[in-house]
């Protein structure tokens, strides 16, 4: 069974950093977009950026573009999404997500911006 | 990248069938047959239900069925069963980014 552990998260100051990360196991890694979307408390599900198999071509949502950096390590199965200049608003929990369909997901990490 | 528009709440008795409607625009559900829909239980990792309109991952049941027509999905789930009541996402691709619906809880009554 496909397997995805984020790790990573936890509470951090307002525009400060954070680089959560993504163990993946059980399927060929290097053969599939990945994703990571988001979900406030309370709140609904929000895209926030996808990269492609090889790592060539990345996507974003406009909340995320400038500030955050997915990136991949296929020899390591690992995704990665560098946060940078955090807001409140980007309090979250965060998640992983294999395939361009979102077929499997994470249990996600939660990300906490609050001074 | 505004969301695609879910009704915040369905309900439906045991053994009945609910449709959830999931609106977009000619950009995103109307543009591509890349519509998804996901169930999310409290506190759950959300769980693929439907991908491409109307394509069923394994070992969903074939109570659950989408389609579209012009820029809306829908979701139909037939013989409602209690273990259904929970949150259900759509999303759609929309060429560079995916944009997801507001959510929609479904209440058995």
């Known amino acids: 069974e496909v397997q995805l552990v984020e790790s990573g998260g936890g509470l951090v100051q307002p525009g400060g950093s954070l680089r959560l990360s993504c163990s993946a196991s059980?399927?060929?890694?290097?053969?599939?977009?990945m994703h990571w979307v988001r979900q406030a408390p309370g709140k609904g599900l929000v895209w926030v950026a996808g990269i492609s198999s090889d790592g060539s071509d990345t996507k974003y949502a406009d909340s995320a573009k400038g500030r955050f950096t997915i990136s991949r390590d296929n020899a390591k199965n690992t995704l990665c999404l560098q946060m940078n200049t955090l807001r409140v608003e980007d309090t979250a929990v965060y998640f992983c997500?294999?395939?361009?369909?979102?077929?499997?997901w994470g249990q996600g990490a939660l990300v906490t911006v609050s001074s | 990248q505004s969301a695609l528009t879910q009704p915040r709440s369905v309900s439906g008795s045991p053994g009945q069938s609910v449709t959830i409607s999931c609106t977009g625009t000619?950009?995103?559900?109307?543009?591509?047959?890349?519509v998804s829909w996901i169930q999310q239980h409290p506190g759950k990792a959300p769980k693929l239900m439907i991908y491409?309109?109307?394509k069923r991952p394994s070992g969903v049941p074939d109570r659950f069925s989408g389609s579209k027509s012009g820029n809306t999905a829908s979701l139909t789930i037939s013989g409602l069963q209690a273990e259904d009541e929970t949150d259900y996402y759509c999303y759609s691709y929309a060429g560079n980014y995916v944009v997801f619906g507001g959510g929609t809880k479904l209440t058995v009554l």
């Open positions: 997500v294999l395939g361009s369909v979102l077929a499997t």
């Open positions: 059980r399927f060929t890694f290097s053969g599939h977009w």
């Open positions: 491409d309109v109307s």
């Open positions: 000619s950009s995103d559900v109307g543009a591509y047959n890349y």
